[in-house]
């Protein structure tokens, strides 16, 4: 088990438009991103999880030349609402950081 | 091979600060044309709502004048996508008289052409009638109640008005809404450029220096041909490499592969990106697939008003327990408000974030957390009027204010930083719409207006004024 912060050397949120969140995971090293791209913690079902949204509006793009995992989801409620506490969705990867992530089975 | 389209792209953003040695740098590269956005919902739903830039007249208008002196220097067009933040209609005319204003002083008349793309509320409705508007996830399908509620509706255009007005002579095209890439593919596209290389780099280049490794240097060049395109930042000593130019395709987009403009979709994935020297990248294998022509529609307006109070929290005691201390306090508040406001008080909501805790995601902290040494307590009373939000506020200061640690202690005073405590904020503004409108050609949702500014335009307008 590796923390996610610990095999990563950058991770960010931001929107993308007012009505998505997107994570940018960007693996230290192609052997890291490998490991780790599939893992359990970091499947549709686990970030829907961790944000409180449909895993089926979940939506995962691993871009092997960057060794980057790409995370988008709808945001609970589009940007700006009343009870907005992050407009640019800027600090939404905080809580990825700790994660643990276990190698994917097949490895 | 047919020569290059070159466009001096100066920043990510018309009032952002272009810088007077990187332009004059752009132009040795003989660009045909300076493009930028000056656009984003990326703040919120406030500049289209209200229709107001988000940056000042004074930012923007210096970037002006840097922009329209490289114009004259070089002769040729520039184009701006998405004026005053939100490319409404009062957005555009808004930027219209800023470079009135520059023009008047530099005394050459130019011809302007103005793209508007803000959208009546009843032709929208004839279209969804018709079946020819469609949501984009997660939204359900829009009703005409949607367009009703909204202040301003911009339909997003695609490259095709910027380029009938560069055909059409303009000196400067004042583009409403727009997206990003659009204004940057207009003129490589005009001149026949690859139309994956045209809208892959216009992707790239959207956001200025952020596809380089030094991003504070603001400015970039693309230099489109008829098999793929090169990119290189405008100050000397910055750098594009392949890993920042392929990593921006990732940069505030959901998908990092296809991206859906009007018209067509850009597929980079098989993209290829090799350095063309130490500072320049070459990239081919971008793809554009036509599809039916289709506009993107923005829509915002004000909603309920909020009235917020600050106070800092140092004491110990309830630093031990901060989430305990706000759920009572959240409790007290409550009541209060039940108690003094009477049937108003189901029409008003407190939310209460203690900065320094939990404040910006809203989740409990897991137990053993380590205690802060201080806490910001902000308080957010949203309601239908600014009166009642404002109301709210008053009712709760006393106890917002001391309320105890414990039932029967004697009541502490927190640290209020104002006088008066509560700051009314305004409206909340949000976004109403998430769909695209089917067209039957990239104008029909699209008005081109040409006006000639010059300095005796300028000097007449202003004569009448002093009779006035």
């Not at chain 1, 893992?39 to 939506?59: K, T």
Request: glycine content about 8%; proline content about 7%; some cysteine.
């Amino acid at each position: 088990m590796a923390k996610l912060k610990d095999v990563s050397r950058y991770v960010r949120s931001k929107n993308a438009g007012p009505f998505w969140i997107t994570l940018d995971l960007f693996f230290d090293g192609e052997d890291n991103y490998t490991r780790f791209v599939d893992a359990p913690a970091l499947s549709a079902e686990g970030v829907a999880r961790i944000y409180g949204v449909d895993p089926a509006q979940v939506r995962r793009y691993p871009v092997d030349s960057l060794h980057v995992l790409k995370i988008s989801f709808p945001r609970q409620t589009p940007q700006g609402g009343a009870h907005e506490r992050d407009m640019h969705g800027g600090q939404q990867y905080i809580r990825l950081l700790d994660l643990e992530l276990e190698v994917a089975s097949q490895a | 091979m047919r020569e290059a389209t070159r466009v001096l792209v100066p920043s990510g953003q018309l009032g952002s600060g272009v810088r007077a040695d990187e332009l004059q740098a752009g132009l040795s590269h003989r660009p045909h044309a300076i493009a930028l956005d000056a656009g984003s919902t990326d703040s919120g739903a406030a500049s289209l709502a209200t229709g107001r830039s988000k940056y000042s007249p004074d930012t923007v208008r210096r970037d002006l004048e840097l922009l329209m002196a490289a114009r004259e220097q070089a002769g040729i067009p520039l184009l701006i996508g998405s004026c005053g933040s939100s490319g409404a209609d009062m957005a555009v005319d808004w930027t219209l008289e800023i470079v009135r204003g520059i023009a008047a002083a530099s005394g050459r008349a130019l011809k302007v052409a103005l793209l508007y793309s803000e959208q009546d509320p009843s032709a929208l409705k004839v279209k969804a009638a018709a079946g020819a508007i469609r949501p984009l996830a997660p939204a359900g399908p829009m009703t005409d109640a949607d367009l009703d509620a909204c202040d301003h509706i911009v339909a997003l255009m695609g490259p095709e008005p910027f380029i009938a007005a560069v055909e059409g002579g303009a000196d400067i095209v004042l583009g409403g809404r727009t997206t990003d890439t659009a204004v940057l593919a207009a003129v490589p596209l005009m001149r026949g450029a690859h139309a994956g290389a045209a809208w892959h780099a216009a992707k790239v280049a959207e956001c200025g220096g952020l596809c380089t490794v030094n991003p504070t240097f603001p400015g970039v060049v693309i230099a489109v041909d008829d098999t793929g395109f090169e990119v290189a930042p405008l100050a000397a000593k910055n750098r594009c490499t392949p890993q920042t130019v392929s990593a921006h395709m990732l940069y505030e987009n959901s998908d990092p592969f296809r991206l859906t403009e009007p018209g067509g979709v850009l597929d980079v994935t098989d993209a290829r990106y090799a350095a063309a020297d130490d500072r320049t990248v070459r990239v081919t294998g971008s793809r554009w697939e036509p599809t039916p022509y289709t506009m993107k529609l923005e829509g915002a307006s004000a909603g309920a008003f909020q009235t917020i109070m600050l106070v800092g929290i140092e004491d110990p005691l309830v630093l031990e327990d901060v989430e305990g201390f706000v759920a009572r306090m959240a409790h007290v508040l409550r009541q209060r408000i039940v108690r003094t406001m009477g049937a108003d008080a189901a029409a008003i909501d407190i939310s209460l974030r203690p900065y320094g805790w939990n404040a910006v995601s809203g989740l409990p902290r897991p137990a053993g957390t380590t205690a802060p040494v201080e806490i910001g307590l902000l308080f957010v009373a949203t309601a239908p009027t600014q009166a009642m939000a404002t109301e709210a506020a008053k009712t709760c200061n006393p106890y917002f204010f001391h309320l105890p640690v414990r039932e029967g202690k004697e009541l502490p005073s927190y640290a209020f930083p104002f006088s008066p405590a509560e700051i009314e904020r305004g409206p909340v503004y949000e976004f109403r719409l998430n769909h695209v409108v089917e067209t039957a050609s990239p104008f029909e949702l699209v008005r081109t207006r040409w006006v000639t500014v010059d300095a005796l335009g300028a000097r007449s307008r202003e004569a009448a004024l002093g009779q006035a």
